[in-house]
């Protein structure tokens, strides 16, 4: 898989190690200082994903996604937020416009290698008709099975779509609403309650093999499906 990564960082020493670090994992890296640079820097070949401050001279990070998404050749590209912010609802300020994942500084490059290749991952193209794994807990979409250490899940249709929801899109946190139009379908009417039914159901087949912790809440936002 192509490992081509634009950095769009303002602060020069920031910058260096952040590109520094990456090319040292075989990354092929292009870098931008501020908005109009990141801009500029969106011709072939296109980067895989953009590792992006939030704070850029000439423009904001939120700014910049929402260029992104309103252009065809890049609003599949998906982006990392890089930034000093951490308040929960910065946070979720960034993932509603559409970035991928957020990591706030100060952090370590070991962790923010390993959040770029599983978001990388994420939006690689895969078969619908992958098994998944994740820590034990495989879903089979084929045998419509789900099995846990080993032992096979006694869960219903819409938790499987729930779960399989989830160990797709790990890691983001995602509103009633938002599981509603992907798990039930956007023509469908169900009650933003019934989210919270389904997921209480689905912890309850999980509990016993202790997979159950990474369906969470996240208070006032929804859930995420995380194994941190």
């Known amino acids: 898989m ?9 602060e020069i020493a920031i910058r260096e190690m952040l590109c520094f670090a990456l090319e040292q994992k075989g990354f092929d890296v292009v870098e931008a200082g501020d908005y109009d640079e990141a801009v500029e820097r969106l011709v072939e070949p296109y980067p895989n994903l953009i590792l992006l401050d939030w704070m850029l001279p000439g423009g904001s990070g939120i700014k910049y996604i929402k260029h992104l ?16 912010r951490g308040e929960e609802e910065d946070k979720v300020k960034g993932l509603e416009v559409g970035a991928d994942d957020y990591i706030t500084k100060p952090f370590s490059p070991k962790e923010l290698i390993a959040r ?5 991952r994420r939006a690689a193209p895969m078969t619908q008709d992958a098994i998944i794994d994740v820590s034990g807990l495989q879903l089979d979409p084929i045998a419509h099975r789900v099995v846990a250490n080993n032992i096979i899940i006694d869960i219903g249709p819409t938790e499987f779509k729930l779960l399989h929801f ?19 379908g956007m023509n469908v009417y169900v009650e933003d309650r019934t989210v ?6 689905l912890r309850k087949a999980l509990t016993p ?17 995380s194994i941190r």
């Open 69 to 84: 998404k309103s252009q065809q050749h890049s609003a599949a590209i998906p982006v990392v937020m890089l930034t000093a």
């Open 209 to 225: 093999s202790e997979h159950d912790k990474y369906v969470q809440t996240v208070r006032g936002s929804g859930y995420r499906f």
């Open 196 to 201: 919270d039914v389904h997921i209480r159901r």
């Open 2 to 10: 192509s490992k081509r990564i634009l950095v769009v960082e303002d």
């Open 116 to 120: 770029l290749n599983a978001v990388m």
């Open 166 to 184: 989830f160990m797709t899109h790990p890691e983001r946190v995602y509103s009633r609403e938002q599981l509603l139009d992907n798990v039930w």
